[in-house]
């Protein structure tokens, strides 16, 4: 969001996202920024930031949950579709503790069809809520036919937001890494001071 040129510590391949940690007290300053390239977890981990979400590729859907990075795999699994079992805007609706949740979108076909692909499964497509601890419609009365997957993805994430917010004071467990604590409630350093 910066709209100054920002000089930083390495070379990279052009035309690739990386995440940039700049001196705030450079901002004003006449001369040429200078940054340093870091991991994109460093926003979240030093001060709770958020700073998007994480994709990986996999195979198949089997892959999805077999080759998961954390030591013991996804401890929340969520199926969003719109034959979901249940639907976010039940006022009942809520999520179990998680360290690790997945949430998992199907294509124009849904993951029912990703499931009947997949040849490492005996499981069939219409089965396909049994992989999930949550099978959600996150779109309930969507008024088409299909949801592409890239809107899909931003409405779900924000109406899942409010249920994973919730699930942030789980104790961290035996040698993992407590993350910085953050809150709405007092104005971050980009925050403007006047309510106008």
Request: charged content about 30%; aromatic content about 8%.
């Amino acid at each position: 969001g910066i709209r100054k040129k920002i000089e930083i510590d390495r070379v990279l391949t052009p035309g690739i996202r990386c995440t940039v940690e700049v001196d705030t007290r450079a901002y004003d300053s006449p001369t040429p920024m200078k940054g340093k390239v870091v991991s994109p977890s460093t926003p979240r981990e030093e001060d709770g930031t958020y700073w998007g979400y994480a994709t990986r590729m996999a195979d198949s859907i089997n892959s999805v949950f077999n080759e998961s990075p954390f030591e013991g795999g996804y401890d929340l699994k969520i199926g969003t579709s719109e034959r979901g079992s249940e639907t976010i805007d039940d006022k009942k609706f809520c999520l179990p503790p998680f360290r690790h949740a997945l949430i998992v979108f199907g294509g124009v076909a849904g993951i029912e069809e990703c499931v009947d692909a997949d040849e490492s499964l005996t499981l069939s497509g219409k089965d396909s809520f049994k992989l999930f601890d949550k099978w959600v419609n996150t779109c309930p009365f969507q008024g088409s036919r299909t949801i592409r997957t890239e809107e899909a993805i931003l409405i779900s994430l924000s109406r899942f937001q409010p249920f994973v917010a919730g699930n942030i004071d789980q104790p961290p467990r035996e040698g993992e890494k407590v993350m910085a604590d953050f809150s709405d409630e007092a104005p971050s350093e980009e925050s403007s001071d006047d309510d106008s």
